[in-house]
């Protein structure tokens, strides 16, 4: 390249970076602008309504999706001048679909490394996982139809068939061991998953060196999250000099409470949740659970908080021994994992939980009224609405509940609301701890959301010339309850409300 030729491009790059430069806050409008447009057409519409293995699906999801699907199609046909070596491509296609799934042990890892929610990175998995399945199947068919036998005595055809059953069985047999146990679930899909990893090794050992590369790339993968992951354990479980983690396990009205003292402080944002493991019985030595973090603080926590809804298994195990009045148990942990809203951008906050979905709310009201006393937030106004069957969890959670609005007394501010709505209640506007509000039957979210939308609770000096800030709506809750407040907030829209769906949402 010649002199005059870089200086050329050296002297436009840097006329053109002070012409954006100048229109930079032009640019910021227009993504802002393009942004609401996107949410209002694409994401928060629904285009396939929650049904038992399907869906939400917005419309953005059914975009992405076709998307996804299209540029396999297009690698699939580019070029190619047969069946069998479209099937021979689908194979690979099919193995470099397989990497993100095969990536590491744990979910939770992959998801921190991606900088995306858990839920966002599991659609991910099972999308890829159809896809790769059903390029398999393809492959298999082009195989069958051009060969005139196929001995299951030939190791390549032997292991081919292993590995594509194990895929198989992850395809259709795992929706219901999910639904009769977790634990069930879970083991049995690593079990596969590495059954069909080394099954398809085995299928390529005698086959050229590309298609192998994709099965050493992913196995390096793993084995480099598997020992950051572990890494990070160890570290974090034992310091020098002092002993390993010990959960104290405790239980009120039918829920477990453990308080985890930890070997070395850690620094934990609102909404993370850790993976518990601790011997409370036999199959409890083999299994580790998420359960969400209700302490927080601004630094790092010698202890972390966790409240949790008995099940079964793992959950219903943590329940007995509770009962037995034990000493704190061995306990050890990964994480903290997870996303963490972005609360303190925000005038408004509306929180809406129900049942145990209030567990993952706790550790965002401690650190919005910090924010707040501190001055290092623009929350002026946190709104809890609570929906519950029965007041048996709201009784468990009073403690919790009371200590946060005992913080709340800045200049006798009172920015946090508390409003507990229980259906088989009877009493209406029944007070509970301090300055919750018991109401009977169930929450009128229209009603809430409008009133919060306007800022109808928020004081303001100068009414007419002072700007509303931004809204954000978080839910924990059921399934009905996520899919109404995506319809209604979507009407609010142009007001700056937002919805954030929390990572853990309760059965």
């Not at 006329?15 to 802002?32: E, M």
């Amino acid at each position: 390249m010649e002199i005059t030729l870089t200086f050329g491009i050296a002297v436009g790059g840097i006329f053109l970076s002070l012409a954006l430069f100048k229109i930079r806050h032009r640019i910021r409008q227009f993504l802002k602008a393009f942004l609401l447009w996107t949410n209002k057409h694409f994401v928060y519409p629904p285009l396939l309504r929650r049904h038992r293995y399907l869906g939400p699906w917005s419309r953005a999801d059914v975009l992405l999706q076709s998307v996804y699907f299209a540029m396999n199609v297009l690698c699939l046909i580019y070029k190619v001048s047969s069946i069998s070596k479209a099937g021979l491509r689908a194979a690979n296609l099919s193995l470099i679909n397989l990497i993100p799934l095969l990536s590491g042990p744990s979910f939770n890892v992959l998801a921190d490394l991606l900088g995306i929610s858990l839920s966002k990175f599991r659609r991910f998995h099972r999308l890829a996982g159809v896809m790769s399945f059903v390029l398999l199947a393809f492959h298999v068919i082009t195989v069958v139809v051009s060969r005139t036998s196929f001995s299951l005595h030939v190791p390549e055809n032997l292991w081919g068939l292993i590995g594509g059953s194990s895929l198989c069985l992850l395809m259709l047999s795992l929706p219901l061991l999910r639904e009769l146990s977790y634990e069930v679930f879970i083991r049995t899909h690593q079990a596969l998953a590495v059954l069909a990893a080394y099954s398809i090794w085995r299928h390529l050992v005698s086959q050229p060196l590309l298609p192998r590369i994709y099965i050493y790339i992913f196995a390096g993968i793993c084995l480099l999250t598997f020992l950051l992951q572990y890494g990070f354990i160890i570290w974090r479980n034992k310091a020098v000099g002092r002993s390993f983690p010990r959960a104290s396990i405790t239980h009120m009205n039918d829920t477990v409470k453990i308080r985890l003292t930890l070997s070395r402080p850690l620094k934990v944002k609102a909404g993370q949740h850790i993976g518990l493991w601790t011997p409370v019985s036999f199959w409890s030595f083999w299994q580790s659970h998420p359960f969400v973090v209700t302490s927080w603080s601004e630094g790092e926590q010698s202890a972390l908080d966790l409240f949790i809804e008995p099940r079964q298994g793992f959950t219903q195990k943590l329940l007995e021994y509770s009962k037995s009045n034990r000493p704190p148990r061995l306990a050890l942990f990964s994480g903290p994992h997870g996303t963490s809203a972005p609360v303190g951008e925000y005038e408004t906050v509306l929180m809406v939980a129900s049942g145990f979905g209030i567990a993952a709310q706790l550790s965002y009201l401690r650190q919005l009224i910090y924010g707040y006393n501190a001055c290092k937030t623009r929350t002026r106004r946190v709104h809890l609405v609570w929906q519950l069957e029965t007041l048996d969890i709201g009784i468990a959670v009073e403690s919790l509940l009371n200590d946060a609005l005992a913080d709340d007394t800045l200049d006798e501010g009172y920015i946090l609301s508390i409003s507990i709505y229980i259906q088989s209640g009877k009493a209406d506007r029944v007070p509970f701890g301090r300055r919750a509000i018991v109401y009977s039957g169930t929450a009128d979210l229209t009603t809430i959301l409008q009133e919060e939308a306007e800022g109808k609770y928020i004081k303001r000096v100068q009414e007419e010339t002072e700007e509303r800030g931004g809204m954000l709506v978080m839910v924990s809750g059921t399934d009905q309850l996520r899919d109404q407040l995506r319809d209604e907030v979507r009407g609010y829209l142009d007001d700056k409300v937002s919805l954030w769906e929390l990572e853990y949402q309760p059965a």
